[in-house]
């Protein structure tokens, strides 16, 4: 399920409780609504709710964290197809198919984190690609010193665009337990539920409970999103890829 379906689902089950507070609160007598069993549960409350705010911020925290690890990686992955290209072509006429082969193995690479709908399911381009690349680089045969400084330069770095591309391969998949989400929502359930068992029965307290709702909801909402930083509304940009692809063979 994507971000926007957990959302509304927590949404929706968060209201259940609140509704379901506020129904027990016309359902049961008033000895058991008194204000010692009132402060008692508000006491139960406010334990939960203060482990809900840690929880909600160490998600917070941990997702932002890998959003913007990942964002760096993608810019460094730019930087790197950037300065291999030029060392390439510094090189020699003799790396024109390792350049290609750099093309390809970039192609490839945007494919497998933004991939498109035509897309889907087709066998990964970037693997074979970067390993015939390796190949490449290495069958060259330097003239002179200065090719050989260049062919050790441009073989660390594809060994390093390799690792920078299989951490970004390997961190496509979100990060976060389901569980742990669970609980999450679990806990802000039995909060509203307290709320709703003590709150009066008007359109005010309604529409407040909603909008509360709501911005929990998106809280959940904006952690999911951060977690998949290759999908949905807030992924992380290709621009920097794709520009370094655009100069390549230049």
Known sequence: MNATVIAA????GISAATLLGLRLRAALPDRYLSADTKDTVRLGTGLVATMTALLLGLLIASAQDSYDTQRGQVIQLAAEVDF????LATYGPETTES???LLKSTEGVVQKLWPEASQAGKEDPALAAGQALFNAIHKLKPQNDEQHALKEQALNTVTNLSQTRWLLFAQVDASIPRPLLTILVVWLAII???FGLFAPTNKTVLIT???VTLSVS???FLILELDRPFDGLLQVSSAPVRSAISRLGR
């Not at 689902?9 to 929706?12: K, R």
């Not at 291999?84 to 060392?87: F, K």
Request: aromatic share 10%; net charge positive; no cysteine.
């Open 84 to 87: 291999l290209d030029r060392v």
């Open 192 to 194: 509203f539920l307290s």
């Open 209 to 211: 409970m909603a909008i």
């Open 9 to 12: 689902l927590a949404f929706l």
């Open 99 to 101: 350049r290609s082969l």
């Open 218 to 220: 998106s809280a959940l």
